[in-house]
């Protein structure tokens, strides 16, 4: 399969939302056909995986969508590329940096690694961009 780059990572051409692994479209199949699914598009060339902590069945608990990714890729995780989606929701008078460093690292334990490639915001959850930025970097 074909690559391309986003900044300095190479992933490939096509790549797989997991999302529906979770939810969204449909009944959901079971937590074994997802985990075959994933690994079968790592097979086919596919290195780039996109899911979220807030992909859950019926958008209730926290990541659902994770831990199967995580299953899927732990064998083949220095081969592949992921991405995860931060949902953020910050109490009065929180620290936004300690929320974004406490749901990156539970996203971390529930995929099965020591590192995300790309982290982003899901929702803005009204907590404003700058802050979100300036913790996101430090």
Same mark, same amino acid.
């Given at each position: 399969?074909?690559?391309? +780059?986003?900044?300095?990572?190479?992933?490939?051409?096509?790549? +797989?939302?997991? +999302? #529906?692994?979770?939810?969204?479209?449909?009944?959901?199949?079971?937590?074994? *056909?997802?985990?075959?699914?994933?690994?079968?598009?790592?097979?086919? @060339?596919?290195?780039?995986?996109?899911?979220?902590?807030?992909?859950?069945? @019926?958008?209730?608990?926290?990541?659902?969508?994770? /831990?199967?990714?995580?299953?899927?890729?732990?064998?083949?995780?220095?081969? $592949? $590329?992921? #991405?995860?989606?931060?949902?953020? /929701?910050?109490?009065?008078?929180?620290?936004?940096?300690?929320?974004?460093?406490?749901?990156?690292?539970?996203? +971390?334990?529930?995929?099965?690694?020591?590192? $995300?490639?790309? *982290? *982003?915001?899901? /929702?803005? @959850?009204?907590?404003? $961009?700058?802050?979100? #930025?300036? #913790?996101?970097?430090?």
């Amino acid at each position: 399969m074909k690559t391309r +780059m986003l900044r300095d990572i190479e992933v490939s051409e096509i790549g +797989m939302g997991c +999302m #529906a692994f979770s939810h969204g479209y449909g009944q959901i199949p079971d937590e074994q *056909y997802s985990i075959e699914a994933i690994q079968n598009a790592f097979e086919h @060339g596919c290195t780039f995986f996109d899911t979220a902590e807030v992909y859950s069945p @019926g958008l209730e608990g926290i990541g659902h969508n994770e /831990r199967i990714v995580g299953k899927a890729l732990k064998d083949v995780r220095d081969q $592949v $590329v992921i #991405a995860t989606k931060l949902f953020l /929701r910050v109490g009065p008078g929180g620290s936004v940096y300690k929320t974004i460093r406490s749901h990156l690292e539970a996203s +971390m334990a529930r995929l099965q690694t020591d590192r $995300v490639d790309l *982290y *982003y915001l899901h /929702r803005m @959850g009204g907590v404003p $961009v700058e802050k979100v #930025a300036e #913790a996101i970097v430090l």
